[in-house]
């Protein structure tokens, strides 16, 4: 990539060598942002990437640093991750100014010109497009710049006003007229953090953003309606896809991707706080079926992404799988080897952290040690068949989950040490670390904090279809001189 690096791996396992105390890593590590990370490179970079990975991994670092105090300050360059994510976030913008405010899916970080697509006919994928708010409103919040908010706040606005069916969006869209591209939904690649993040920007800002908690629901709504659906011969719950749009043909097909669902639910059901308070309407928040409801599916696909595991012969995840929509006949329930269905072309595991980010969020909601064993099961299998060297040379993705000895990618991805092994550790810490209710983990687990709005402000409600954007004309005045179009 580009000629002096960019320091993914490092910007991102800057938090979990925080977590994890590993002192003298993190020392290295904050020396190489200080002396050798420049932003003012001509390299063009995904945009939904830099922000999750590197904006997301300095934000965290900063208010892990500064705002919880788990590290002592080395020096006196206190606002050094800051300075550094404020820069990057500038650089982001020119990825926004699209004619329909949905970013292009790339930017060149010296230029910050937006780049679209080279392929899918320049759309972007819709997860991407509507992944970058929590960064980029707490950057906002840092600094006191309402430039980030506003642009990834319009984003939500410009997806909103397609008014997709059942709140299940299509997964790309196109930066230049604003429209979904193709009829295609599902939750995982290309459309998975498009609803976690429905719901977790009403965490970030304490529930004080309704029109989110509106999105969220109606999109979980019709996953229920028309995704969950159940497996033979064990009755395995999974999301389906919908290859044609929503009244289309399922296709039991679900990405290891998807398996953020059962945590997400869950979060979304007691907003963080463990089960037993929530379930006294704790916090404002009400207590009905339909929380009772959401937990019971959050359990059922947390299972079903453990069975992923479990009937592998390495104990590890494929990328994909398919499950069974056939009765079988000398099938017991259970057997769940014949309701998983994995294709050679899927096989390969990139050591991914949905599953156990789910294990995490539903250990720390409802406190049932299953959880927990899971989740060593599956560090387990990660010891046992990724470790190169046993570790000492890193941990690799793996090119079949059903191949013993298991062969190497020689691939790390950095959420490996973003995510994966930082949301493993949690699930063996105490509720008091990051406790569930107070901070807001972005889509590459970087933990950021809650906050108030204060002078910020949602800055747009919903419409109903065919009725016009409201956008007030000073506003559309402000959007002119800054260059953009139609931003109304
Ligand atoms: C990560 O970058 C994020 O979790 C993202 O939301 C999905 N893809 C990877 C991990 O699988």
Redesign the pocket.
Known sequence: MAPNGLGWIIIDALDTMMIMNLTTELSHARQWVKSSLTWDQTQDVNTF?TT??MLGGLLSAHYLQTELKMVPLEDKDADLYLEKATDLGDRLLGAYRSPSGIPYSSVDLKSSKGIKSHVDTGAASTAEAT?VQLEMKYLSKLVGEPEYWKVSEKVMQAVDSQHAKAGLVPIFIHPDSGKFWGTEIRLGSRG??YYEYLLKQYLQTNQQEKIYEDMYVEAMDGVKEHLVQHSYPSHLTYIAELPDGVGGRLHPKMDH?VCFLGGNLALGATYGAPLEVARRDWGGRKWSQQQENDIRLARELTHTCYQMYNVTKTGLAPEIAYFNTEQVTGYTRGDTSRDIIIKPQDAHN?Q???TVESLFIMYRITGDEIYRQWGWEIFEAFRKHSAVAGGELGFSSLHNVNEVPAQFRDNMES?WLA?TLKYLYLLFSPPTLLPLDKVVFN??AHPLPRFDMGDFKTGWTRTKKDEPAAAPAAKKEEHKAQGHQNLS
């Open positions: 990437e999750i990975r992944t998975d953090s991707l990139l991914r952290p949905e959420f995510e889509t590459e």
